[in-house]
């Protein structure tokens, strides 16, 4: 995995767990109003600006602020490099379920690695499951840990993980329509990542970036990148694609501990 992208992946992991921990206790973030009627690129109409509703804000909250304005989410993060060798692949999966009803959230993460000239793939699958101040990680296959906070604990490790916020590459958006993603009323941009090869001299075969922000919090509900380049003087390609999805917000979410974890909570720790 490269190490942009084990940095990403690592701020977004303690993202999720600020939110588990700890609830924003600010205002709602400011809905940004109903969606723009004015098609970009049309001549004004004189007279027009005292009738016409403003765009819609482009700019995000923070994916810390975003998840911590809902009750319950599911959401699902991907990350997946290709190249130089075409044969070559990293992909990062997360999957991610939260309820703050219940303090209680489950992520499942999942690399998998293939080296230079194929062959089976190198796959590592983890899970953490958090019910109060209780958490235990793992699998099924090799084995569970079980660890207990106490309520200051975790109130003093939400207090610092909560203070990183994170937002996606977004560059110069631009309004496309008012849509709606997984039932969620959102508004839809699409940008281009500038500058791309410009200090390289790659030829960028492929870009482009399109995000969906919420109505009502103007929180990403849906972000895909899609970035290529290639090198004129040995065709090496290199692929990277992000996206970031909010399955259902609001919604009622189980979680419970597995087996293994029950077990692993009956073990005593080692002195």
């Known amino acids: 995995m ?7 992946v690592a701020l977004l992991l303690v993202l999720m767990m600020a939110c588990s921990l700890t609830k924003n206790t600010g205002g709602n973030p400011t809905n940004p109003g109903p969606a723009v009627s004015v098609v970009p690129g049309v001549p004004a109409v004189p007279g027009a600006n005292e009738t016409a ?9 923070s994916i810390n602020e975003g998840l911590a304005s809902l009750n319950s989410y599911a959401m699902t993060v991907m990350i ?11 992909t990062t999966s997360i999957q991610r379920q939260r309820s703050n009803d219940t303090n209680a959230s489950y992520t499942s993460t999942n690399v998998t690695v293939v080296k230079p000239g194929g062959g089976d ?5 983890t899970s953490i499951y958090q019910i109060g101040n209780d958490q235990c990680s793992g699998n099924d296959t090799d084995s569970w840990s079980w660890s207990s906070s106490t309520p200051a604990e975790a109130e003093m490790n939400g207090l610092v993980t909560s203070m990183i916020g994170l937002t996606p590459l977004i560059d110069n958006p631009a309004f496309v329509a008012a ?10 941009f699409t940008f281009k990542v500038s500058g791309l090869g410009a200090t390289s001299g790659a030829v960028v075969n492929l870009n482009q970036g399109d995000y969906w922000l919420a109505v009502d919090g103007n929180y990403i509900v849906k972000y895909t990148l899609i970035v290529e380049t290639s090198q004129a003087a040995d065709a090496k390609v290199l692929h990277e694609e992000i996206s970031i999805e909010m399955n259902q917000v609001n919604q009622p979410v ?8 029950l077990d692993a909570s009956q073990v005593t720790p080692t002195p």
């Open 179 to 188: 849509e709606t993603v997984n039932g969620i009323p959102a508004n839809h």
């Open 254 to 261: 189980n979680i419970a501990f597995p087996q293994g974890c």
């Open 2 to 8: 490269k190490p942009k992208t084990i940095i990403f």
């Open 121 to 125: 793939p190198a796959v590592t699958d």
């Open 80 to 90: 997946k490099s290709v190249g130089p060798d075409p044969s070559q692949s990293n």
């Open 53 to 61: 509703t403003p765009p819609p804000n482009p700019v995000p909250v």
